[in-house]
């Protein structure tokens, strides 16, 4: 499974409040699945939770598991620059925003709407 949050600003605050949300997020997700499949403490172990931190153009890779019944561990496994050139930046930029507005209508069409006219509505 992976997490991620990501900010256009590296600000000391931000990490800290991002990589907080990483914690809470993967350690629910965690549970989750510990709970959903009744997984013993030993199979639970085995479990890793990776998440994606990206502010401004530095990038943060990290694992969070369980280690014993209640202790969870969430640690930092690499970090690597965001290429910056703009010559691919733009193009690349471009194509995540309009990837995620059409996830979003996929979403929206899954979810929400349940006849033809709306649909037609929507792509009109």
Do not use: W
């Amino acid at each position: 499974m992976l997490a991620g949050e990501v900010g256009k600003r590296a600000t000391i605050t931000k990490y800290y409040h991002d990589r907080m949300k990483l914690a809470v997020g993967a350690k629910s997700q965690l549970n989750q699945l510990i709970s959903k499949y009744k997984l013993s403490t030993i199979e639970a172990t085995k479990l890793k939770i990776c998440t994606i931190q990206i502010l401004g153009t530095e990038a943060e890779l990290s694992i969070f598991r369980l280690v014993g019944k209640g202790v969870y561990v969430f640690e930092k496994t690499c970090g690597f620059q965001l290429p910056i050139a703009l010559e691919t930046f733009v193009p690349t930029m471009e194509r995540l925003i309009a990837s995620m507005m059409l996830l979003n209508v996929i979403m929206m069409l899954k979810y929400c709407i349940r006849d033809e006219m709306a649909l037609i509505l929507l792509i009109v």
